[in-house]
Every structure is written in structure tokens, then in C-alpha cells.
């Protein structure tokens, strides 16, 4: 699936989690992020206000994310 910028040049990993539903709370996006449940142009990811740009490539369990314009 896409997630298409708009607006803004980066969004950070815990809202992505959460603006595409895979997290029910900042809380939760937290979490998943922390115990590294977030791969990140193929590298597990911990930092939860990671800035992701166009061309990144999200992994989280099966879901596949990139980020387009």
C-alpha cells in the first residue's frame, strides 16, 4: 500500500502507524515501534519520531508501505 505526502515534505513513523490504522493510539504506534516491530528501507527502526521521505519503504509485520508523492 501508499501513503502519499501531502502538503509536508516528511511524516514521522508514529503518525504514519496511525494515519494508516495499523496503530489505535500514539500509545500503541509507540509500542510497536520500541520493540521493533518496524522495518524501515530494511532496517529495523526504534526511533518513534523517525522522519520518513519520499521513496522510504515501511515493513510492518505484513504490511508494506511506501511513501510516494
Known amino acids: 500500500m501508499d501513503f502519499q505526502?501531502?502538503?509536508f515534505e516528511f511524516i514521522e513513523l508514529d503518525n504514519l502507524l496511525k494515519a494508516m490504522n495499523l496503530a489505535a493510539s500514539g500509545v500503541q504506534a509507540r509500542q510497536y515501534i520500541l520493540a521493533g516491530s518496524i522495518k524501515i528501507n530494511g532496517q529495523v527502526?526504534?526511533?518513534i519520531r523517525r522522519k520518513l521521505r519520499l521513496g522510504d519503504s515501511v515493513?510492518?509485520?505484513?504490511h508494506q508501505i511506501s511513501i510516494v508523492a
Open 45 to 47: 527502526e526504534t526511533r
Open 59 to 62: 515493513e510492518f509485520g505484513k
Open 5 to 7: 505526502l501531502v502538503s
